[in-house]
């Protein structure tokens, strides 16, 4: 079936310093890759999405890059502050096994900005 | 507010005790879901609805069912509770299909002894 991968499932970074999360994905036709954010204790956030017509996407001091030759994404925080200290979780759109789409996650990475 | 909602949110039981969680939605959604949450797992979708009167499942549906009788509604139901679906639940709804944002519910944590 479809799968998600995600690396890594802790990351430790300065403040000021710059975070990357990656994400694989086993389904060609994926077309919807959603990021969300958990703080401790509350319910996922989407943060930014990425569809498939394009590569790259960016608020603020967030990204996403999207490879479909690879089947892979990745979210690109800078500037990283204490508030960003959250588990993130990647996902990817499939009709794997149903007549619609639905969301597969990752296993989630633990971010963790020193101050 | 535009909000899910879920009840209870923690939850304590003994194994074979019937329970349902309630989960409503005041967007309009047409999709909901329901997920299961443990650690190193990730999320887990369990069911997910596209519309009232129809429902499907997840990847992990074993155990668990759900109904859509109306649009906002979406329970969550374990006939027979046992301790592997200890975890924390969370519902779900966006606008049609997983290729939209998903707007969780603030969680359920089940315990099942």
């Known amino acids: 079936g479809e799968n998600v991968e995600q690396h890594p499932s802790t990351l430790s970074v300065q403040e000021g310093d710059s975070a990357v999360i990656k994400c694989t994905y086993s389904d060609s036709a994926s077309n919807y890759f959603p990021w969300y954010k958990q703080e401790l204790g509350k319910r996922p956030q989407l943060i930014i999405d990425?569809?498939?017509?394009?590569g790259e996407k960016k608020d603020q001091r967030i990204a996403v890059t999207l490879n479909k030759t690879a089947k892979h994404f990745s979210l690109h925080i800078t500037e990283t502050q204490p508030e960003d200290s959250a588990v993130y979780f990647c996902?990817?759109?499939?009709?794997?096994?149903?007549?619609?789409?639905?969301?597969?996650f990752g296993t989630g990475t633990l971010l963790a900005v020193q101050p | 507010e535009a909000q899910v909602t879920q009840n209870p949110r923690y939850l304590i039981t003994v194994t074979g005790k019937k329970l349902t969680v309630t989960c409503s939605q005041n967007m309009n959604h047409e999709y909901m879901s329901w997920y299961r949450q443990d650690p190193g797992l990730g999320l887990r979708q369990i069911y997910y609805s596209m519309n009232v009167e129809v429902t499907d499942k997840g990847d992990v549906p074993e155990g668990y069912k759900v109904s859509r009788k109306e649009k906002r509604n979406f329970p969550l139901i374990l006939e027979s509770p046992s301790p592997n679906q200890t975890s924390l639940y969370f519902c779900a709804s966006s606008l049609s299909t997983g290729n939209y944002e998903q707007y969780f519910g603030p969680g359920t944590r089940l315990t099942v002894t």
């Open positions: 990425i569809r498939s017509n394009v």
């Open positions: 996902a990817a759109s499939s009709k794997y096994g149903g007549a619609t789409n639905k969301l597969i």
